[in-house]
């Protein structure tokens, strides 16, 4: 994996794949697996608000401008 995703800043796949066998290791893996259903559950709720907000409200100058990156921290 190192070859494919290590040359990039900031090695996003690699820290998550070893977040991921940190979690599986410190709590199991069936923990594991109800933390990333819980996880994804979420993800697709705050895409489901984003996508109303969006077809909602025009952009125009009013959008937030960390709007995105909040959404992204609340999905964590």
Same mark, same amino acid.
């Given at each position: 994996?190192?070859?494919?995703f290590?040359g990039?800043?900031f090695?996003?796949?690699l820290?998550?794949v070893? #977040?991921d066998? +940190?979690y599986v290791?410190q709590?199991?893996f069936e923990?594991f697996c109800r933390?990333a @259903?819980?996880?994804?559950?979420?993800?697709?709720?705050?895409?489901?608000e984003a996508?109303?907000? #969006?077809?909602? +409200?025009?952009?125009?100058?009013?959008?937030p401008?960390?709007w995105?990156?909040e959404l @992204?921290?609340?999905?964590?």
């Amino acid at each position: 994996m190192r070859v494919h995703f290590g040359g990039h800043p900031f090695p996003i796949a690699l820290e998550s794949v070893r #977040f991921d066998f +940190e979690y599986v290791r410190q709590h199991g893996f069936e923990a594991f697996c109800r933390m990333a @259903d819980e996880y994804l559950s979420e993800v697709e709720h705050l895409t489901g608000e984003a996508r109303t907000a #969006f077809e909602i +409200e025009p952009l125009g100058d009013g959008f937030p401008q960390f709007w995105l990156y909040e959404l @992204d921290m609340a999905s964590t």
